[in-house]
């Protein structure tokens, strides 16, 4: 399963590197985005973790888009990944 | 305290907003794809709609921006400056409904030089944004922050105005403007041709030094806000605008409305976070993002392309507590996921501050740095704190207690 994510301002975490594609090992459950956070946490988070996410979340000020949608629309941590889904990290807290 | 009139019961509960239909509050037809505060769901369509209605109403409703009026964009690169460029391009185009009608320019203010960047990172970003700028047709400029040293120490007074201003009311003048010009739009300005950041190296120095020498970093940000305000009044006055518009938005202000008070700066708070702010005298500035929350402008860049240009600052990558506008921001942010109307709340104070603050502004003398009113109240604290001995030295009326707490770093 592949899935593009990309980083709006949160780039700077993850070695500068806007747009990743992502294919998560299979496993018999489908994957969730709790478990995505961990993923990417491992993976992909270059430094400071604790901008990015906080517990089992992302971080307050982080805007997390499946498919262009906001998250809390689709159950946030609980919205189980289909193949090719679109997801999009944009920090708020910057810029102004 | 404040009286708040959503009703907390129904937003601690996750499952009961999961539950509710997910389609957009507004036409209910389509599918909702954003949630604005609790239980306000928006399609695309619609929020699109909300968005650009909210910055024309907010113009329209506050009067200020005469018809044919030079304007100042100040522009930092960030999504909220990048919104409100896009909004008034937008608006401006011929098709638009309620068209807006004053003449704009871009103004954008490479702070590199303070942040310790290297010259070619400051050129990289500014020939981004130059391209940006160019694509909208308004004249734009470009200055470093080293500019700052050739402020002319003139830079509080207002200068004297080049024509008599008639005094017409905001309607009068709408109806003027719209006889004489019925079928012609305005024309943008030719826009200015740049090659590249003038920066002196000394002063780049200089500015290090300054920003070097100082410890906190509250107080480096707080000084960067300052002199990036006074380089910006002073543009805006030497290039002929009358307006300067700041792209800040609502969560933002909250943010800067509490760190604010933190920083014993209570008194400017209705000026610092208002719409207006007139404490210029001949520039006045406006606030047109101020009720837009984070999140409405970053999902709305995302989904329409609006581009911005990611450029870090000082607090980039700093811990939770790094600053006092750090710590701030964290609290209200956090605050706000849990509880939507927090960050509406606080604002709701500013409407009240902003009634006292017009009464008091008669009686006092302005302070040099951050050229907001309180002389008389700036005396009073000072002595209480017992900072100087009942000594009266002329330099130090001149600075409001937070300024002088400031300048006791540098």
Known sequence: ?96 | MCQVDEDYNGQLDRDEVLSFSKKCVKCKEATAVLVIRAGDMFCSGCFKEYFVHKFRAMLGKNRIIFPGERVLLAVSGGPSSCSMLNQVQEGLSQNAHKKLRFIPGIVYIDEGGALGLSVEERQRTVDELQSMFKATGFPYHILPLEEVFDLPSSVLEESSPSSEQPDITYKAAVDHFIQTNRNCYLSPEKQADLTGLNIQESHTHSLQQIFGSIKTLTAKEDLLQTLRQHLLVHTARSKGYSKLMLGDNCTRLAVKLLASISLGRGAQLAIDTGFSDLRYGDIITVRPMRDYSAKEVSFYNHMYNVPSVFIPTLDTKTTDKASVLRLTESFVTKLQAHFPSTVSTIYRLVGIINLLYMYICEWFSMFIVCVCVGGGLGLVVYKQGGIVCGQKSLEKHLYCYSCLRLTSFL
């Open chain 1, 1 to 96: 399963y592949c899935y593009p994510i990309s980083l709006g301002g949160a780039e700077l975490l993850f070695d500068g590197v806007k747009e990743h594609q992502v294919t998560l090992p299979s496993q018999s459950e489908p994957w969730d985005m709790k478990q995505l956070l961990v993923w990417i946490q491992r993976n992909l988070l270059k430094e400071r973790p604790e901008l990015f996410v906080q517990g089992d979340s992302v971080r307050p000020g982080i805007l997390v888009l499946i498919n262009d949608a906001d998250w809390e629309l689709m159950g946030e941590l609980e919205y189980q990944l289909q193949d090719q889904d679109n997801v999009v990290f944009i920090s708020t807290l910057h810029g102004g």
